[in-house]
Antibody, heavy 116, light 111 residues
Framework: QVQLVQSGAEVKKPGSSVKVSCKAS????????FSWVRQAPGQGLEWMGG????????NYAQKFEGRVTITADESSSTAYMELSSLRSEDTAVYYC?????????WGQGTLVTVSS | QSVLTQPPSVSGAPGQRVTISCTGS?????????VHWYQQLPGTAPKVLIY???NRPSGVPDRFSGSKSGTSASLAITGLQAEDEADYFC???????????FGGGTKLTVL
C-alpha cells in the first residue's frame, strides 16, 4: 500500500508562489495517479488538479487553470504542486492523494498560510 | 457553493441509524458517474469510506453503507458510535467541469 508524505508548513507573502511536495513509498509510483485537494479553514474539500506520472500530463480544475502547476518526478517518486500569485484566500491545508476515480491514500496535509 | 449538495449537519443517539444525502445533477451523479464517500476525523486527513457507490474498503465496518439513485446518493450509518463523530464528504466526477467535485460536507454529531 502506497504511503504519501508531504513537505512541511509554509508561510508566504501575497503575490508569491509556493511549491509543496508529496513523496510516495511502498508502491509503484508510476502506476498511480496523484491529485491535489485543498481545504480552507473550516471549509470543504476542493480538487485542484492531478497527474498520472507515466503519462506526464496534468489536468487542472478550471478555477486554478493558469495558476497551478502539478508535476511528478518518477526518479524520486515525488509529486509536486506549485501555486502562484498567492492571495489570502489561498490559506488552506493542501493534500496530495492517490487517484483512481476516488482518492486514496491521502498525505498528511501541508498548511500554507498567506499573510503579509 | 459546492456542485454536490449535502446537509450541513446531522445528529443521532448512540445505536441509532442516520443517513447523509448527496444531491447532484445530470452532469455528475445523474450522468452515471460513481459516488465516493470520505470520513474526516478532527485534525486528520480524509479517509475513503465508500467507493464506487457502495463498496467498502477493507477495514471499514459494515455499519457504513452507500447507495445511489438518479441524481442523488446516500451514506447510511447504523449502530451509531461516539467514534463516528466526524465530517463526511461525497465526491463524484462532473462532465461540465471536466474534473472531480465534492459535496460541502456534513458534520455528524453523536448525541
Amino acid at each position: 500500500q502506497v504511503q504519501l508524505v508531504q513537505s512541511g508548513a509554509e508561510v508566504k507573502k501575497p503575490g508569491s508562489s509556493v511549491k509543496v511536495s508529496c513523496k510516495a513509498s511502498g508502491g509503484t509510483f508510476s502506476s498511480y495517479g496523484f491529485s491535489w485537494v485543498r481545504q480552507a479553514p473550516g471549509q470543504g474539500l476542493e480538487w485542484m488538479g492531478g497527474i498520472i506520472p507515466i503519462f506526464g500530463t496534468a489536468n487542472y480544475a478550471q478555477k486554478f487553470e493558469g495558476r497551478v502547476t502539478i508535476t511528478a518526478d518518477e526518479s524520486s517518486s515525488t509529486a509536486y504542486m506549485e501555486l502562484s500569485s498567492l492571495r489570502s484566500e489561498d490559506t488552506a491545508v493542501y493534500y496530495c492523494a492517490g487517484t483512481r476515480d476516488w482518492f486514496d491514500p491521502w498525505g498528511q496535509g501541508t498548511l500554507v498560510t498567506v499573510s503579509s | 457553493q459546492s456542485v454536490l449538495t449535502q446537509p450541513p449537519s446531522v445528529s443521532g443517539a448512540p445505536g441509532q441509524r442516520v443517513t447523509i444525502s448527496c444531491t447532484g445533477s445530470s452532469f455528475n451523479i445523474g450522468a452515471g458517474y460513481d459516488v465516493h464517500w470520505y470520513q474526516q476525523l478532527p485534525g486528520t486527513a480524509p479517509k475513503v469510506l465508500i467507493y464506487g457507490n457502495s463498496n467498502r474498503p477493507s477495514g471499514v465496518p459494515d455499519r457504513f453503507s452507500g447507495s445511489k439513485s438518479g441524481t442523488s446518493a446516500s451514506l447510511a450509518i447504523t449502530g451509531l458510535q461516539a467514534e463516528d463523530e466526524a465530517d463526511y464528504f461525497c465526491q463524484s466526477y462532473d462532465s461540465s467541469l471536466s474534473g472531480w467535485v465534492f459535496g460541502g460536507g456534513t458534520k455528524l454529531t453523536v448525541l
